[in-house]
């Protein structure tokens, strides 16, 4: 779990990337990135090492999974940044209720397992440019 935690919360083609890299560029902001989608990335399953979904127990994947998103999201610092958009919610928070069974809630849910979160909702001012792009 990271001490320090922020969650950029955002909609496509709102400068979620552009904010997201330039936070990675700061060295001191954690590496955020959409850690949490409904198909993992499978270089990152390679990469993380992660057990095969079939091959291991929900729990043990759920855990691994976890683990190492917020060692990626860390990077070289102590802050785990993490962009999230709405339509990657559930899965974030089917995959940590299976590991934080008893935690009453989502939000206690999070905290268990991002440490002290700050949210960030991005968005785009200007909607027909946001539509277009």
Do not use: N
């Amino acid at each position: 779990m990271a001490a320090l935690s922020y969650i950029i919360c955002g909609t496509p083609r709102s400068g979620s990337t552009m904010l997201c890299d330039m936070l990675t560029a700061t060295g001191v902001a954690g590496a955020p990135d959409s850690f949490f989608m409904s198909e993992v990335d499978p270089v990152w399953a390679a990469v993380w090492g992660l057990p095969s979904r079939g091959g291991s127990s929900r729990e043990v994947y759920a855990a691994s999974y976890l683990r190492a998103a917020i060692k990626a999201g860390t990077g070289e610092t102590a802050v785990f940044g993490l962009r999230l958009m709405q339509k990657d919610l559930a899965d974030l928070l089917r995959m940590i209720a299976v590991v934080y069974l008893s935690e009453p809630s989502d939000a206690a849910r999070l905290r268990a397992a991002f440490g002290e979160v700050r949210y960030i909702h991005l968005s785009r001012e200007d909607k027909l440019a946001q539509a277009v792009s």
